[in-house]
């Protein structure tokens, strides 16, 4: 194991300014990528929560089925968004694709609630 | 910013799970424990120190026990700011009563849900929670705290840091950690198999923490991931409430359809009418249990809109003979006895639901399995500890030349952790049987002590720890370990001299509850012996060479060392 953190260089500059760091303490682009990880992976994984229970709903199958089964997968997606933010080349797309997707997921779970509701 | 992804994921190994192996450490032993919950309560309580019991009669001693319940003075404070208006003296609508009974438990566990008038949101519930003897249906004293269920059980899951549910949101982010530990661990050990034979025990603290942390790793490993991951899934609906607030009105409209379908009411008709006998509902449903080829005993009684003419009552049965919880429910129309429905046969989704909870929370019968669930959890607390040791080893050399104190700090929380954690808990368990039984507080003197002990443990670690900055041993592990034998020595005597429960008159009789908890104090204190034993030994030798060479022992071996990790990647 080494100790990036104290060991590894921060990238080069071509990484587009991806290792600029702050005066002290952790670097932004760190800061970032932990910020991306957990505040957008729980964002991408609420909508896929909201998009597969309300849809699994509509299909048909029993509500509480649909909250389980989506929650459980929910739980095992929220960990492969989270290893895949650390392992991804550039933060902002892993920032652009989890808002964005969480975004989108989480509104057409709204559009399917108001359909059902009639 | 990471070269590849093995670096990467080795940076979210070593960070995160340094930092959350701290509030792992807790969620691991405590979750250990658990696995005993109810033995310890028999332990901490004497008075309930009688053979399981089947669920009581609901008419002769449950319903008087219900009618007299009403919340406590801290479940009510938690309203405060939820409410328009003052807060009632009493709350007259009952939403729930239920009961809750196991294999396990002497006493059955009575709960009731009120109404809050005026609450902001319509649908809020406070409870009331007692156990009750189910011989007498007393209620057992209120200032006496279950040590087992109602201390280190809650801990396990939520630290009791109750403002705006903190510790389920620290606990399950942790969880989530402890996955992407596990899966980052893999990457990092490219050749785990050759990993997992090694332990060098007699190399160097480092070398043997690394392979410790690795064979406790992988071999738990999919122990350890499924109680993470299974623990997620139990509080599924606290970290993603979409049902309750992005999805609430297509609840709503569920529950709607549902009540329709099935039959029994979403709403109170808002008209009072007496409840007939649930006895007999209950001796119905066990009937139609027989029938099926599954007699069984109750598990769950719950009594919906109480009080009113469209209440129910529905029968589960307990499920020690199962991996779910309970089953087979069966609902009364609390007004007549009349059958409304039998719940239909589990769907797919639900019995993998029911699995997975199920074999965390594990309530069925199955001794065996349960004592491999503590082992599994203290080899959690084993690679975790071992992780925090090879964190301070491999900096050590490193901090001292530069002054750094960051070994020293991490060396001091683990000394908090490991040893500071275990005097917490046998310094609550002596307070417990020390303290009197009438001293109205009882339980809440309990807590204090057990926070206290751990924060003097904690005070102790960081003061002894200056060795550390140094390259050298923290002495207040050693230290600590005395303690902790001292502790368990001390609980297991007073357990004897003030209940006369001693081991030979238990263990002759078969009383495992408190047994078990007084054979598991012992080998503790003999393995914190040992410990402390050992460490001493290496305490003396590393000052013996440190007189007779310029550089204190660890020093030439660091250099080695630095080799030996290059070459491990």
Redesign the interface.
């Known amino acids: 194991?080494?100790?990036?953190?104290t060991t590894?260089p921060?990238?080069s500059a071509g990484?587009a300014g991806?290792?600029r760091r702050s005066a002290r303490g952790l670097?932004w682009?760190?800061l970032s990528?932990i910020g991306a990880a957990?505040l957008g992976g729980y964002a991408f994984?609420?909508g896929f929560?909201?998009l597969a229970?309300?849809g699994l709903?509509a299909l048909g199958?029993?509500?509480?089925?649909?909250?389980?089964?989506?929650?459980?997968l929910?739980?095992?997606l929220?960990?492969v968004v989270?290893?895949w933010t650390?392992?991804a080349r550039r933060?902002g797309v892993t920032w652009a694709v989890l808002l964005a997707g969480g975004g989108v997921m989480?509104g057409a779970?709204?559009l399917i609630?108001r359909a059902?509701?009639g | 910013?990471?070269?590849n992804?093995r670096?990467?994921?080795?940076?979210?190994?070593?960070?995160f799970g340094l930092v959350l192996g701290f509030v792992l450490m807790v969620v691991f032993f405590y979750g250990s424990l658990s696995v005993f919950d109810r033995e310890i309560d028999r332990w901490a309580i004497p008075s309930s120190r009688f053979a399981p019991q089947p669920m009581p009669s609901f008419d002769t001693i449950l319903a008087p026990a219900f009618q007299k319940m009403q919340p406590a003075k801290e479940a009510v404070a938690l309203l405060e700011g939820r409410v328009n208006g003052p807060l009632p003296e009493r709350f007259e609508v009952v939403n729930s009563w239920g009961a809750y009974t196991t294999h396990r438990d002497p006493v059955v566990s009575v709960f009731a849900g009120f109404k809050v008038p005026n609450a902001k949101d319509p649908d809020e519930t406070v409870f009331a929670v007692h156990a009750l003897d189910p011989r007498s249906g007393a209620v057992l004293p209120q200032g006496q705290l279950r040590i087992g269920s109602e201390f280190f059980y809650p801990l396990h899951y939520s630290l009791h840091l109750t403002w705006k549910d903190l510790g389920y949101w620290i606990v399950g982010?942790s969880a989530?950690m402890m996955?992407?530990a596990l899966?980052?661990g893999v990457v990092?050990h490219r050749k785990i198999f050759r990993e997992f034979f090694t332990f060098r025990r007699h190399k160097t603290v480092q070398r043997g923490a690394l392979d410790l942390h690795n064979l406790t790793g992988v071999v738990a490993l999919p122990f350890h991931f499924f109680f993470a991951?299974t623990g997620?899934?139990i509080f599924?609906?606290i970290?993603?409430p979409?049902?309750h607030t992005?999805?609430h009105?297509?609840?709503e409209?569920?529950e709607r359809v549902?009540a329709r379908e099935t039959g029994l009411p979403h709403e109170r008709a808002g008209v009072a009418a007496p409840m007939a006998s649930v006895d007999k509902m209950v001796a119905q449903a066990q009937r139609r249990w027989e029938a099926k080829g599954m007699a069984g005993d109750v598990g769950f009684v719950n009594v919906t809109h109480v009080g009113d003419a469209n209440a129910y009552v529905s029968v589960y049965r307990a499920g020690t003979d199962r991996v779910a919880l309970t089953g087979e429910g069966i609902h009364f129309k609390a007004t007549t006895g009349e059958l409304l429905r039998k719940d239909p046969p589990r769907?797919a989704?639900?019995s993998?639901?029911e699995f997975?909870t199920g074999l965390h929370l594990q309530h069925f019968r199955h001794w065996m399995l349960r004592w491999l669930y503590v082992l599994g959890g203290l080899l959690g607390c084993v690679c975790i500890a071992t992780g925090f040791l090879f964190f301070v080893e491999?900096?050590k050399q490193q901090h001292a030349k530069a002054g750094g104190q960051g070994a020293r700090i991490v060396d001091a929380l683990a000394v908090t952790t490991v040893t500071g954690m275990l005097i917490a808990t046998m310094a609550m368990l002596v307070a417990n049987r020390l303290l009197p039984e009438s001293l109205a507080d009882k339980g809440e003197w309990e807590r204090t002590v057990f926070w206290s002990a751990w924060g003097v443990a904690m005070v102790h670690a960081f003061v002894r720890g200056g060795a550390v900055a140094r390259a050298g041993m923290n002495p207040a592990w050693r230290e600590q370990c005395w303690l902790v034998a001292a502790g368990a020595m001390t609980a297991v005597v007073s357990n004897a001299l003030t209940t006369g429960d001693h081991l030979a008159r238990t263990i002759s009789t078969g009383y495992w509850p408190v047994a078990g908890v007084d054979l598991s104090l012992l080998a503790t204190a003999v393995v914190s012996v040992l410990v402390a034993r050992k460490l001493a030994r290496r305490a003396e030798q590393s000052t013996a060479s440190a007189t007779s060479t310029p550089l204190p022992k660890g020093g030439a071996l660091g250099a080695s060392m630095k080799n030996a990790?290059a070459s491990?990647?």
Not at chain 1, 1 to 5: G, I, N, Q, V, Y
Not at chain 1, 61 to 72: N, Q, T
Request: proline share 3%.
């Open positions: 194991m080494t100790d990036t953190a590894a921060p990238v990484a991806a290792g670097p682009a760190l990528r957990v994984c609420w929560i909201a229970h309300s709903y199958m029993p509500f509480h089925d649909g909250e389980h089964l989506s929650a459980i929910g739980v095992l929220y960990l989270f290893l650390f392992a933060t989480t779970a709204a609630q059902l509701l | 910013m990471f070269q992804f670096l990467s994921m080795a940076w979210l190994h070593t960070w982010f989530l996955l992407a899966v980052s990092m991951f997620l899934v599924a609906g970290y993603f979409v049902a992005q999805l009105d297509l609840h409209l569920h549902e769907t989704v639900d993998v639901n997975l491999k900096r990790e491990h990647g």
